[in-house]
């Protein structure tokens, strides 16, 4: 059975797509086939654009129904758009796809959807799905200021829900940061118990929107693969 995590974020637009995209890009070149599942995407007009952008960083031939079983029309959570639109979203289907996943690739990327207590079901969150799946987390957060809430609201929600956490990863640092930019990974670390695994650049060219991956595989992917590669297999690691 392969190894999985969950992409999770502070917020909507942060960056999982991206990260969870990235990661696969850096599995690929450690030589470890990676599987991307996203158990519901909402906001879909026409293509899912969350999964399109997973499938082309993965280079899986499996379908995009088997990365995403459920898409929604409305830009809402999962658990609205599906009730709204009449869609009743089966946890069972979810973990069964999901074990799909696992039993053929030796690393499974799941996206959530916004953030940790976004419902994806009733009122069974991702952090619920987390832990049903038995995910630890990558939290994804923002370079500027506001995200130490958002980072440590983030990180206590899911220990307080007995969640691992693998580390925080900042996505679009700007190239000329400001003093809030500078001083919010000491800041979350010291205080989140939790390690800043990687500072990624705003990469150019790249729109999860438009399917462009712009400069995404000039960053070194493989760098931080490997580092949370190391922390899914070890139980026990100095934060
Ligand atoms: N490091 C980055 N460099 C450039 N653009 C980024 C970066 N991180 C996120 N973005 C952009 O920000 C927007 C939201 O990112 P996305 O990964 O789709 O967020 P989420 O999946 O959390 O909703 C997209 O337009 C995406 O291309
Ligand atoms: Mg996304």
Same mark, same amino acid.
């Given at each position: 059975?392969?190894?999985?995590?969950?992409?999770?974020?502070?917020?909507?637009?942060?960056?999982?797509?991206?990260?969870?995209?990235?990661?696969?890009?850096?599995?690929?070149?450690?030589?470890?086939?990676?599987?991307?599942?996203?158990?519901?995407?909402?906001?879909?007009?026409?293509?899912?654009?969350?999964?399109?952008?997973?499938?082309?960083?993965?280079?899986?031939?499996?379908?995009?129904?088997?990365?995403?079983?459920?898409?929604?029309?409305?830009?809402?959570?999962?658990?609205?758009?599906?009730?709204? &639109? *009449?869609? !009743?979203?089966? =946890? @069972?289907?979810?973990? +069964?796809? /999901?074990?799909?996943?696992?039993? %053929?690739?030796?690393?499974?990327?799941? &996206? *959530?959807? !916004?953030?940790? =207590? @976004?419902?994806?079901? +009733?009122? /069974?969150?991702?952090?619920?799905? %987390?832990?049903?799946?038995?995910?630890?987390?990558?939290?994804?957060?923002?370079?500027?200021?506001?995200?130490?809430?958002?980072?440590?609201?983030?990180?206590?929600?899911?220990?307080?829900?007995?969640?691992?956490?693998?580390?925080?990863?900042?996505?679009?640092?700007?190239?000329?940061?400001?003093?809030?930019?500078?001083?919010?990974?000491?800041?979350?670390?010291?205080?989140?118990?939790?390690?800043?695994?990687?500072?990624?650049?705003?990469?150019?060219?790249?729109?999860?929107?438009?399917?462009?991956?712009?400069?995404?595989?000039?960053?070194?992917?493989?760098?931080?693969?490997?580092?949370?590669?190391?922390?899914?297999?070890?139980?026990?690691?100095?934060?």
């Amino acid at each position: 059975m392969g190894k999985a995590l969950m992409v999770t974020a502070t917020d909507t637009g942060v960056g999982k797509t991206v990260v969870a995209g990235g990661l696969a890009v850096g599995f690929r070149r450690m030589g470890l086939q990676t599987g991307v599942f996203k158990p519901a995407e909402s906001g879909v007009v026409g293509e899912p654009l969350d999964a399109l952008f997973l499938k082309m960083c993965s280079n899986t031939p499996r379908s995009l129904e088997e990365v995403v079983p459920y898409t929604l029309r409305e830009p809402l959570a999962p658990a609205v758009a599906a009730e709204r &639109e *009449g869609v !009743g979203i089966d =946890l @069972v289907l979810i973990g +069964g796809r /999901f074990r799909k996943w696992i039993e %053929a690739y030796p690393i499974t990327l799941v &996206e *959530g959807a !916004g953030g940790l =207590l @976004v419902p994806l079901t +009733g009122s /069974f969150t991702y952090a619920d799905l %987390a832990r049903w799946l038995d995910l630890p987390l990558l939290i994804v957060s923002r370079p500027s200021l506001g995200t130490i809430n958002h980072t440590l609201l983030t990180v206590r929600v899911a220990r307080a829900m007995g969640l691992r956490v693998l580390g925080v990863v900042i996505s679009g640092y700007p190239e000329e940061p400001g003093v809030a930019e500078e001083t919010n990974p000491a800041v979350i670390e010291r205080m989140g118990h939790v390690k800043v695994l990687a500072l990624i650049p705003y990469i150019p060219g790249l729109s999860t929107e438009k399917g462009e991956l712009g400069d995404l595989e000039v960053y070194p992917w493989e760098e931080l693969a490997a580092e949370v590669w190391e922390r899914l297999k070890s139980k026990w690691v100095e934060e």
